[in-house]
């Protein structure tokens, strides 16, 4: 055996159901193995490609607000199964796997809190919530967000992240985007500016309402972002589509959003426009 190969490093290799923690995570778009903290401090986008990896609610509070700021507004309402949808297990039991999976009663988590101290309304979809899909759950909450930013007098910035409509709920989800659109009105009302974040991926109902009705649309860079999907839309037209058809930064060029800002410039862009929007003095 050779001196070089028996003096070598190996990476120590986690045994099956070793008490251990998980300290590195793959990056989806590179492969290469990032540091949790390392992958923490520069808000979950890869040093070494740029990649944007998804969030929960939970992280994304934490990249967007002050830290200690927020304080939760949602959790009240819980789904439930008006139609007794059943296909390949029951609507219930799907449910009950997402609630415990992330903690939360439904897709959504909405809150109030402060970006770089200015005071803010905030909704985050959760796509770890069977794929953050839209049903009367995410709706009411969303509306309930609204309601409270036209109360209080402050801004709503709504973070999106979504496959569209819940099927199972039918009629009841698609009814939704009306819901949510309406709700919106009151901002416009009271003059308040609505900013909406769109992330990977945004499709479906959510796109079709309140995600494109923002007076801002900000998009993450390589965001996935359309109504229906690109291979559906692909097979549908039988046409070849457009390089990074459905992308920001192919949306960006065609008018559908304001700007691309990576994640980790976000608070000082959001900060900045909210302030210019609502004519106040933003700390640096």
Not at 256 to 281: H, P
Request: glycine share 10%; proline share 5%.
């Amino acid at each position: 055996m050779a001196l070089d190969r028996f003096f070598r490093r190996r990476r120590p290799q986690q045994q099956p159901g070793a008490d251990v923690p998980d300290l590195w995570t793959q990056c989806p778009a590179c492969k290469e193995g990032v540091y949790n903290r390392d992958l923490e401090a520069g808000a979950y986008v890869c040093p070494k490609c740029g990649h944007h990896i998804r969030l929960d609610a939970a992280q994304r509070v934490q990249v967007l607000l002050d830290e200690g700021s927020f304080t939760q507004l949602s959790g009240r309402v819980q789904p439930t199964d008006a139609l007794n949808f059943q296909d390949t297990e029951a609507y219930t039991d799907r449910l009950r796997r997402a609630q415990k999976k992330t903690g939360r009663p439904d897709a959504i988590l909405t809150g109030t809190g402060t970006i770089l101290d200015v005071p803010v309304t905030l909704a985050v979809m959760d796509f770890a919530f069977s794929g953050g899909s839209m049903g009367s759950v995410v709706g009411e909450e969303i509306a309930r967000a609204a309601e409270h930013a036209a109360a209080t007098g402050t801004p709503l910035i709504i973070v999106t992240a979504s496959g569209g409509a819940r099927m199972q709920e039918s009629a009841l989800s698609l009814m939704q985007m009306a819901k949510t659109t309406v709700a919106l009105e009151g901002l416009t009302e009271r003059g308040l500016p609505y900013v909406s974040l769109l992330t990977d991926p945004t499709t479906g109902g959510v796109t079709a309402s309140f995600a494109t009705i923002a007076d801002v649309i900000v998009a993450e860079p390589g965001a996935l972002i359309g109504f229906a999907g690109p291979r559906v839309i692909q097979q549908t037209i039988r046409q070849n589509l457009p390089e990074g058809f459905q992308r920001a930064e192919f949306l960006l060029e065609h008018g559908m959003v304001d700007a691309v800002v990576d994640r980790r410039e976000q608070r000082a862009y959001l900060a900045s426009l909210l302030g210019l929007l609502t004519r106040r003095e933003v700390s640096a």
